[in-house]
């Protein structure tokens, strides 16, 4: 009966992680745009480029946005893109990209099979008043890589971060 309600207690628990809002309430200041990317690979399994973090705080993201919106639905994963503003000013922020299943268990058995990919890593950014920034990334065997773009100049602003 304890491992019943300790298992339950846990998962109602774990559904309440509060994420940071970066642009504080009343904040008067200059603001920017971020956007997460990516792109479904196939019904059950998509890209994902996200930002994750935000000066060291959890923000929310499409990862985590996308996994609410297939709950119950099997295997087929549903992406969800988010955007978010942020102050223009400089921050610490962590960008991921990685590979997400609609299942815990394709996940699990794409992973076994070479065919799951993630990069992720902290770096500065700068952000301009009024500018638009997407998140974009390759997932690949070899090396996989996130950066940031300004979305109307299509030009990285950010060093790539690559995985090892």
């Known amino acids: 009966m304890r491992l019943i309600i300790s298992t339950l207690l846990f998962f109602t628990l774990s559904g309440c992680a509060a994420f940071f809002n970066p642009v504080p309430e009343n904040y008067t200041g200059p603001i920017a745009t971020i956007l997460d990317s990516g792109f479904a690979e196939n019904t059950f399994k998509?890209?994902?480029f996200v930002l994750t973090a935000s000066d060291g705080n959890l923000v929310d993201n499409s990862i985590?946005?996308?996994?609410q919106a297939s709950f119950g639905q099997g295997l087929?994963?549903?992406p969800k893109f988010l955007s978010r503003k942020?102050?223009?000013k400089a921050m610490?922020?962590?960008l991921t990209g990685t590979h997400m299943t609609?299942?815990?268990i394709h996940g699990i058995f794409s992973k076994a099979s070479g065919e799951f990919f993630s990069v992720e890593g902290d770096i500065g950014f700068t952000r301009v008043e009024g500018e638009s920034y997407i998140i974009k990334g390759e997932l690949k065997?070899?090396?996989s890589s996130v950066w940031i773009e300004n979305t109307k100049s299509n030009l990285s602003v950010t060093e790539r971060i690559i995985s090892k």
Do not use: D, M, N
């Open 46 to 48: 998509a890209q994902f």
């Open 64 to 67: 985590r946005a996308s996994r």
């Open 76 to 78: 087929v994963l549903t």
């Open 86 to 88: 942020i102050p223009a």
């Open 92 to 94: 610490k922020i962590r």
């Open 102 to 104: 609609g299942a815990p």
């Open 141 to 143: 065997k070899e090396s």
